[in-house]
């Protein structure tokens, strides 16, 4: 394997560990406010007591990500700076907005409903726009005229292949929001709202596998195509059938859950555990599926990479600081994620 | 405007905002580490309230700054794209190291806030600590990137094309000791006169009981004494920047100081408007021999002026001698004020009851934070035209996108909308939770973060 390709699957691993991250952050603020608007007070505190600590956090990681695109990819950077100047604008000032509330959410009452809505509204709407660098980077939405790539806005924001893009990514990160919210409060033993968050998942999973096949199936306008890539690859099938399954074990799973039972750890695992492989194990087969196109067809790993002395350390950076964060990012899930008991007493306090 | 006018504005008013929250989220955890140390020390209570009041500032001002500090981020890629096509190339590990420094700042202000009722005091001043120093960390990373752009090595450029880069030579480049010094103390200097000013609007206030007068007369001595002691090495890095400069950057500081021509015994010269047809300062006063002191430590060596530089590379001189000169003074007044603040203390004279010295503490707050605005504006205006030193033009480095006007206003109205926000919920929330209010050994942080979070 050339350091480049490592380069590359470190790259993705990055953008893979935040899309978990962030699916699971902004869904749980849309589930927060969903919950309050509906007057069910449990499962609103379950998606409060997660998100207060960690949606910083999750905020912090998403830098990685340019941060790491320019150290290994600079033109890649360089070009998708240059052609999402107005798209990044839009997205940066939601993401401002959201960050920002949920902050002034501590000042008052009056501002608490504020935060409510303004954090669950643009956490619906965040992993949509997030997505929609998918279709960006299959190409066909962007052409070189004189040298410039130009990017057709008004073609992209008219096109099927987009919205289904968008609608799948909002549909995803309910679905696992749900699911991971719904193990939260399988924790502190919160039954109300474990079936309030597990029927969540019952209706929006199957719409959220159907939106996904149609986005994978669904060919963007001259742009790459994605089946014909992938099948040409024996790996890209295997991991499709692997991703389906999973799907389908959570999902029964999650459907033959009975309303009035106490529901044991390794049930509530298994059911997120098998949703988050499904996600594994597709993002891989669609890493597969794109490779080695950065930007369909203008950026390849190859063409925008750094001087490789830049490239190895960049590598070497991100990686040490990952392990020398480890033992850090462990305290912290030991006290917040996994500590049942944590859970347990904050959801206890008014509500 | 032009796009160039425009972006530079653009991101202008974003770093500007986005200062002053950095400052703060270095200076408060600092703070609050002292405070936390402090309350250990003396088994004193209202040490801790004071650090559960800073922290409360802390989460909504770190909040707010990392939503800003995002911004920058991704902005500096859309505005600047072949700045950061050079930057990925050769000056990136600052900025990954930086998310490192984020993320463990993140972590620990978790640990810290939420944690608060789980943990002994001993890890929690661990935990102010790590806050403290990850918040330092990636405030001086950053900064290294700048400390690049004035000073570039580590890289071989030629039209454009880099020939040879070494990422580590870049990092430690000749002005990153002094600028980081620089950056570090003077902001834990102009928090500490911050909160010295919040003390002392508090003080100034009538029928205060005799716990208030304790608490804020306690916090000002220590804001006070942090301020003294950063303002005093705030002056000696700003001191060995001028030294630095005199080396590696020697049009910077002869446009800082109007310098025209060459000259040995060049005089320092305070205020006044540089004339740039005369090619002298009207109207300042010029002490002898000082700048050349402050360039090489001897009065009588030369000092390089504009005139060793082509025309088309000289800043806008007469903003920057302005803007050098009330950075100075900013520091001087406050370094001045601590001293004297102390000296009366230590002759017992108790000039707390003076309202006009209060007033006059109240004023060094803002004029310490302005002080720091005007600092930056001053290091980023007197290295025009170059973005990076002597290798790439602001002009060179600025995108080719259409729409930044739309950037502009989208961007503007979010900033109006953070800036009323974040005031109005500070206000709010003190005036819930007042000092006299707030019986010290109440552990409000962590139950006013969930009611607030859940109510």
Known sequence: MTILIMGAWFFWLLVFVYSILGAIDFGSSFWRWFFHMRGFAYAESVASTYLSPTWEL?????????????????KAAFTYGTILALPATLLLILLS???????????????????????????????????????????????????????????????????????FGVALSLYLSALFLARYAQQAEQWSAYYRFVSGARWIGSVSLFLGASALFYPTPHGMHLMENGLRHPTFIFLMVGSLLAFLLSYSLILSTRRDRKISNMRALWQLGLALAQVVLSQLGYAIAHAPYLLYPYLTLQSSSSNSLMFRSTLLVLLLGLV????????????????????ATHMKERH | ?????????????????????????????????????????????????????????????????????????VMLSVLWPKFMAVVGQIINIPFELEIFAFIMESLFLAIYVYGADKISQRTRIFASLGVSIGAALSALLVTDVNAFMNTPTGIKWDNGKILYANPWKAMINPSMPEELGHVLTSAYMAVAFVFAAVAAVSLLKKGLSEFEQRYHRQNLTLTMLVGGIAGILTAFFGDASGKMMATYQPEKLAAAEGLFHTTRYAPLVIGGIVNVHQQKIIGGIPIPGF?????????????????????????????????????????????????????FKWKKINLLSARWFLKLIVFSGFLAMAGIEDGWIFAEEARQPWIIYNLMTVREAVTTAPGIGWMFGGFMALFTVLLIATVWSLRVYFKKHTVCESEPSESFIHTSATKGVKA
């Open chain 2, 291 to 343: 700048l050349s002191w402050l360039a090489t430590m001897h009065f009588n060596r030369p000092v390089i002026g504009l005139d060793a530089f082509a025309r088309w590379t000289w800043p806008d001189l007469i903003p920057v001698h302005l803007m050098f000169d009330a950075m100075v003074g900013i520091g001087t007044f406050c370094i001045l004020l601590s001293m004297i603040y102390f000296y």
């Open chain 1, 58 to 74: 999750i905020n912090a990681f998403l830098i990685v990500i340019p941060v790491a695109l320019v150290g290994l990819f600079p």
């Open chain 1, 324 to 343: 020398v964060l480890s033992p850090l990012l462990l305290w912290f899930r030991r006290l917040f994620i996994v500590d049942a008991e944590y859970v």
């Open chain 2, 1 to 73: 405007m032009s796009d160039l006018t425009l972006a530079r504005t653009l991101f202008g008013v974003t770093l500007g905002y986005h200062i002053t929250y950095a400052t703060l989220g270095v200076g408060i955890p600092f703070l609050i580490f002292l405070a936390e140390i402090m309350a250990a020390k003396k088994k004193d209570t209202s040490y801790q309230l004071f650090a559960k009041r800073l922290t409360r500032v802390a989460v909504l001002l770190v909040g707010v700054g990392i939503v800003t500090g995002t911004t920058v981020a």
């Open chain 1, 97 to 167: 907005l959201r960050g920002a509330y949920l902050q002034f959410g501590y000042a008052s009452q009056r501002f608490q409903t504020h935060t409510l809505f303004v954090s669950g509204l643009t956490g619906l709407l965040l992993p949509g726009m997030f997505i929609a660098l998918l279709p960006l980077s299959q190409g066909g939405y962007i052409s070189l005229i004189d040298g410039h790539l130009i990017f057709h806005v008004k073609m992209f924001f008219t096109s099927i292949s987009v919205y289904l893009y968008m609608a």
